[in-house]
């Protein structure tokens, strides 16, 4: 069949009122949603935008429809793994490298307004140690 529409470009969830809302042991509060930019201490390190899809990928890939990634589910303790699962939300590799490695290069936008051409493992590391969780997008 045919995708309704193409998204060329998505939003971090945590970032979005569909973000994930649950009690996180290691931070020792509830997480919700970030709304507002004063809450974000680090915004030049903090993924907003990211590549859903640069041109027409292969097969007939859902995410492509979507608006936003989920990144919570992204964590599986192995950093190839990790790519595998977002790569089935974005495209990973729109500016090079495998389309779900952690080598995979595509554009980000940041919080602060800047743009990087970056590599998926650079950014996603872990579930606590990532550019797109805010309390931990610090680099």
């Not at 996180?24 to 935008?49: A, M």
């Not at 964590?75 to 974005?90: C, H, K, N, T, V």
């Not at 800047?114 to 493992?121: K, Y």
Request: charged share 20%.
């Amino acid at each position: 069949s045919e995708i309704a529409r193409w998204t060329s470009y998505g939003l971090n969830d945590y970032l979005t009122t569909k973000g994930p809302t649950y009690a996180d042991p290691n931070l020792g509060r509830t997480v919700r949603p970030w709304r507002d930019l004063n809450g974000i201490q680090w915004p030049s390190s903090t993924v907003q935008f990211l590549c859903m899809t640069w041109g027409e990928p292969p097969g007939e890939p859902a995410y492509a429809k979507s608006d936003h990634v989920h990144v919570a589910g992204w964590f599986a303790g192995d950093p190839a793994e990790s790519a595998a699962l977002a790569a089935q939300e974005m495209q990973l590799n729109a500016h090079g490298g495998d389309p779900d490695s952690p080598q995979g290069r595509a554009s980000y936008g940041f919080l602060d307004g800047h743009v990087e051409i970056a590599a998926f493992g650079d950014l996603y590391r872990g579930f606590y140690d990532n550019n797109f969780f805010p309390p931990v997008a610090h680099r």
